[in-house]
Nanobody, 119 residues
Framework: QVQLLESGGGLVQAGGSLRLSCAASGRIFSNSAMGWFRQAPGKEREFVAAVSWSGGSPYYTNSVKGRFTISRDNIENTVYLQMNSLKPEDTAVYYC????????????WGQGTQVTVSS
């Protein structure tokens, strides 16, 4: 069964850190670029960060550059999002995603994990 399972969300004060994890089934992981999206209340889902299947070429939305780091472990089939210097505006449900092509067409979504940053 195809699965993306996120973990690591929670409540943190502004300026704090969290690390999100997403465990993927091997069939997804070996063929896919992996990424993170987020959706805040009342807003559309937005792209946060992505990394290629090889782990190279990470890229980020401007609002998280310098604060968030995406990485992947191709042995553990897991992708991570290290989030530092968190701000209240980072509050959202964070979704892990995988694509075998471009990010215009996401092939798989995780169930989401809530991140809440208090001021």
């Amino acid at each position: 069964q195809v699965q993306l399972l996120e973990s690591g969300g929670g409540l943190v004060q502004a300026g704090g850190s969290l690390r999100l994890s997403c465990a993927a089934s091997g069939r997804i992981f070996s063929n896919s670029a992996m990424g993170w999206f987020r959706q805040a209340p009342g807003k559309e889902r937005e792209f946060v960060a992505a990394v290629s299947w090889s782990g190279g070429s990470p890229y980020y939305t401007n609002s998280v550059k310098g604060r968030f780091t995406i990485s992947r472990d191709n042995i553990e089939n897991t992708v991570y999002l290290q989030m530092n210097s968190l701000k209240p505006e980072d509050t959202a449900v964070y979704y892990c995603a995988a694509t075998e092509g471009s990010w215009d067409e996401v092939n798989y979504w995780g169930q989401g994990t809530q991140v809440t940053v208090s001021s």
